[in-house]
């Protein structure tokens, strides 16, 4: 019976659920052995290098055995659970190891055999009569430190406890240092890197040192803008958007790499090759929990304005609650990243991998400004363009930047044009 169960549990092993994604980390169990699973039903919530992902049962039965524990990050393909027809049986508990019999007891004991001591080393080394082999001046020294000779290993001839052997013992123990690896650190918090914030690190090194970046800067008068954003907030048709800057500026990158395609691409080392993509797939930088995610929005340049508000509301939205799928989070071919939300001016932003451009919107704030001859408050924006130098050369990159500058400075105007 036992044979039979065991050949009919099945194991769930560890899918790609991205796009050659290569491990995850479990985050937490939805069951646990002994319950009764049914097709479809969770299974698991894991994290992988893109988004919080939960995990379906493929099978009917009852779980047998969870093969990964929560927090444990395991490679795709890895089984992390086992599910079979009926509860397996537990596993057997190993015999104590028994103890050596050397016989049977007198008649007293019932007959049950009886059970060798280990016999307790002792460090002192007593003479025939029972008393420890010491000479008096070792004696008399051992009393005036305080040592009881019983406890003194000895090291002299034939047992005997010479000076050395009490003065040793009498010396205070020696302090270790601390180890240096694993030693407890007073006032540390260690956070194992896992999931998007490993991922990220590794992405953003390989950016850094693989393509070569340059950033340029341009700060921007945006007080129309800014009236246009309180005009939007009250149009019907961005009802529960979040209508920002931000929807602005992603507007005029969109239309600056339809004007430019060159900077909408990206580099293939392999091929040697330039890729120029036809669609605009708009990435947006969104600071989570979990880390930094670039959800992207996929053909964002054929979107209306109201559309292109839903589009960046929704993205948002779920990637900051872990719950955009693969798809959105890669794809992407450009990508806008807003840090004026936090009170910064201006930034130096890394390459999404893969990607030409990332533009950097900075705080928009009142600063004095010349207008119409005189000088006035007026609101401004400091803009960031970082670009691969590969494939983006600096005249490129200075008109796609100053392109996004005069939308955001005559947006009505421009929006029409578009």
Same mark, same amino acid.
């Given at each position: 019976?036992?044979?039979?169960?065991?050949?009919?549990?099945?194991?769930?092993?560890?899918?790609?659920?991205?796009?050659?994604?290569?491990?995850?980390?479990?985050?937490?169990?939805?069951?646990?052995?002994?319950?009764?699973?049914?097709?479809?039903?969770?299974?698991?919530?894991?994290?992988?290098?893109?988004? /919080?992902?939960?995990?379906?049962?493929?099978?009917?039965?009852?779980?047998?055995?969870? /093969?990964?524990?929560?927090?444990?990050?395991?490679?795709?393909?890895?089984?992390?659970?086992?599910?079979?027809?009926?509860?397996?049986?537990?596993?057997?508990?190993?015999?104590?190891?028994?103890?050596?019999?050397?016989?049977?007891?007198?008649?007293? =004991?019932?007959?049950?055999?009886?059970?060798?001591?280990?016999?307790?080393?002792?460090?002192?080394?007593?003479?025939?009569?029972?008393?420890?082999?010491?000479?008096?001046?070792?004696?008399?020294?051992?009393? =005036?430190?305080?040592?009881?000779?019983?406890?003194?290993?000895?090291?002299?001839?034939?047992?005997?406890?010479?000076?050395?052997?009490?003065?040793?013992?009498?010396?205070?123990?020696?302090?270790?240092?601390?180890?240096?690896?694993?030693?407890?650190?007073? =006032?540390?918090?260690?956070?194992?890197?896992?999931?998007?914030?490993?991922?990220?690190?590794?992405?953003?090194?390989?950016?850094?040192?693989?393509?070569?970046?340059?950033?340029?800067?341009?700060?921007?008068?945006?007080?129309?803008?800014?009236?246009?954003?309180?005009?939007?907030?009250?149009?019907?048709?961005?009802?529960?958007?979040?209508?920002?800057?931000?929807?602005?500026?992603?507007?005029?990158?969109?239309?600056?790499?339809?004007?430019?395609?060159?900077?909408?691409?990206?580099?293939?080392?392999?091929?040697?090759?330039?890729?120029?993509?036809?669609?605009?797939?708009?990435?947006?930088?969104?600071?989570?929990?979990? @880390?930094?995610?670039?959800?992207?929005?996929?053909?964002?340049?054929?979107?209306?304005?109201?559309?292109?508000?839903?589009?960046?509301?929704?993205?948002?939205?779920?990637?900051?609650?872990?719950?955009?799928?693969?798809?959105?989070?890669? @794809?992407?071919?450009?990508?806008?990243?807003?840090?004026?939300?936090?009170?910064?001016?201006?930034?130096?932003?890394?390459?999404?991998? @893969?990607?030409?451009?990332?533009?950097?919107? @900075?705080?928009?704030?009142?600063?004095?400004?010349?207008?119409?001859?005189?000088?006035?408050?007026?609101?401004?924006?400091?803009?960031?363009?970082?670009?691969?130098?590969?494939?983006?050369?600096?005249?490129?990159?200075?008109?796609?930047?100053?392109?996004?500058?005069?939308?955001?400075?005559?947006?009505?105007?421009?929006?029409?044009?578009?």
């Amino acid at each position: 019976m036992t044979q039979t169960v065991l050949e009919s549990v099945q194991q769930f092993r560890l899918p790609d659920v991205g796009e050659g994604l290569e491990e995850a980390t479990i985050v937490s169990w939805r069951v646990g052995v002994g319950d009764r699973v049914t097709h479809n039903q969770v299974l698991v919530e894991i994290e992988t290098a893109k988004s /919080l992902v939960e995990l379906p049962s493929p099978f009917d039965g009852v779980v047998t055995e969870l /093969l990964a524990a929560e927090g444990e990050t395991v490679k795709v393909g890895t089984p992390i659970i086992s599910v079979g027809p009926e509860a397996a049986p537990p596993a057997s508990q190993p015999e104590p190891t028994p103890s050596v019999l050397v016989g049977y007891g007198p008649a007293g =004991d019932g007959g049950r055999r009886r059970r060798r001591r280990r016999p307790t080393a002792s460090p002192a080394h007593p003479g025939l009569d029972g008393r420890v082999r010491a000479k008096p001046p070792v004696r008399k020294l051992a009393r =005036d430190l305080g040592v009881d000779l019983a406890t003194v290993p000895a090291t002299g001839p034939h047992g005997t406890i010479t000076r050395e052997d009490v003065e040793r013992a009498a010396a205070p123990a020696p302090v270790e240092a601390p180890a240096l690896v694993g030693a407890p650190e007073p =006032d540390v918090t260690r956070i194992p890197a896992s999931g998007v914030r490993k991922a990220t690190a590794a992405a953003m090194v390989k950016s850094a040192f693989t393509a070569p970046h340059v950033t340029e800067f341009l700060t921007v008068d945006v007080t129309r803008s800014v009236k246009l954003v309180e005009e939007l907030r009250a149009a019907p048709a961005y009802a529960g958007s979040k209508v920002t800057m931000l929807l602005l500026a992603a507007r005029a990158l969109i239309a600056a790499a339809k004007e430019f395609p060159d900077v909408n691409a990206s580099w293939d080392d392999t091929a040697g090759e330039i890729v120029r993509h036809e669609r605009v797939n708009l990435g947006i930088a969104a600071a989570t929990p979990r @880390g930094l995610v670039v959800p992207s929005v996929k053909d964002a340049g054929s979107l209306t304005l109201p559309q292109l508000a839903a589009a960046i509301t929704e993205l948002v939205q779920t990637a900051r609650e872990g719950r955009a799928a693969p798809r959105d989070l890669t @794809g992407g071919t450009i990508t806008l990243t807003n840090i004026g939300v936090f009170g910064v001016d201006a930034g130096t932003p890394i390459l999404n991998p @893969g990607e030409a451009a990332i533009l950097c919107l @900075g705080q928009v704030r009142r600063t004095p400004w010349e207008h119409k001859g005189r000088i006035a408050l007026r609101w401004t924006t400091q803009l960031a363009l970082s670009f691969d130098h590969r494939l983006v050369d600096g005249e490129l990159g200075s008109r796609v930047l100053a392109r996004v500058g005069a939308i955001l400075e005559r947006p009505k105007w421009e929006l029409m044009q578009l």
